[in-house]
């Protein structure tokens, strides 16, 4: 497949297209996953590599699969897509990011490549093999809903995403916690805060967090309990948007399930 530069719609650029599981539990994430939020797995070979593709109904969502070194931790990694991936992993480099793998082609697919902000948050730009001419549409329940940097210098990662990804940002109604929204024209796309401190001495790195829509958080959250889930934080509410937990599944990712205000 070739890494053609062909132009895609201007809202494709800087947005979350695509998450991913790595970790060496294959099976006991896709047994808690599945039962955390009903997704469906179905494992499928993409030459050497075995991979796990996650859905929610028909629609792909994301997918699982295992680290190429055993000392890698279990993490959940971001997609965000770019025009060229090529230019754009040169372009985090001269922002201050490092490339932590190189350009890699997925046949058929699109082209990634794996980096680290200034602060050490990782993340993938990715670019399509086709145009993504799928319009803007609302989170359902089951879908990633809310992308989240927890980093130890905002104003860096603000200036670094701002330049890679052209977001703009604003200050978030977050009371006295520092918050910012980076949009995407008037499209909200994630936020940037501070990694806590109950976090960082835990020995949490900077770090990309993932949120999933829930219909019934309490539910949830017992499901996750009930499937050997972890409760990392809260339950906690945010005024006139909705309220979160954030669990470490027993394979050991990290995600936040959220259930939002009815409207």
């Known amino acids: 497949m070739s890494n053609d530069n062909k132009t895609v719609e201007p809202y494709t650029h800087g947005k979350f297209v695509w998450f991913e599981l790595v970790t060496r539990e294959v ?7 599945s039962e955390l939020f009903g997704w469906k797995a179905k494992t499928e070979q993409m030459g050497p590599m075995t991979y796990t593709m996650l859905s929610v109904g028909e629609r792909g969502i994301g997918g699982i ?8 931790p279990s993490h959940w990694n971001n997609y965000i ?21 190189p350009e890699q082609t997925i046949p058929e697919g699109g082209t990634f490549c794996l980096l680290a902000d200034p602060a050490g948050a990782t993340f993938s730009i990715w670019r399509s093999a086709k145009p993504n001419t799928e319009p803007e549409r609302d989170p359902e329940l089951g879908d990633l809903c809310w992308f989240e940097l927890m980093t130890t210098d905002i104003e860096k990662a603000k200036s670094f995403y701002g330049e890679l990804f052209n977001w703009k940002f604003e200050k ?17 796309t994630c936020g940037i805060t501070t990694l806590p401190e109950q976090a960082k001495q835990a020995g949490a790195p900077p770090h990309w967090l993932s949120y999933v829509a829930v219909e019934n958080l309490e539910q949830t959250n017992a499901r996750a309990d009930k ?9 906690m509410e945010i005024p006139n948007i909705g309220k979160f937990s954030i669990y470490q599944g027993p394979e050991g990712g990290v995600l936040a399930h959220f259930q939002g205000q009815p409207q």
């Open 27 to 33: 099976e006991k994430a896709k047994a808690y996953y």
């Open 65 to 72: 699969v295992s680290p190429p070194d055993a000392q890698i």
């Open 81 to 101: 897509t770019v025009p060229d991936v090529t230019a754009y992993a040169k372009k985090a480099e001269a922002a201050g990011g490092k490339v932590l793998m």
């Open 172 to 188: 978030g109604p977050m009371g006295e916690m520092e918050y910012w929204i980076a949009k995407r024209g008037d499209k909200m």
């Open 227 to 235: 499937q050997g889930g972890t409760s990392l934080f809260g339950p």
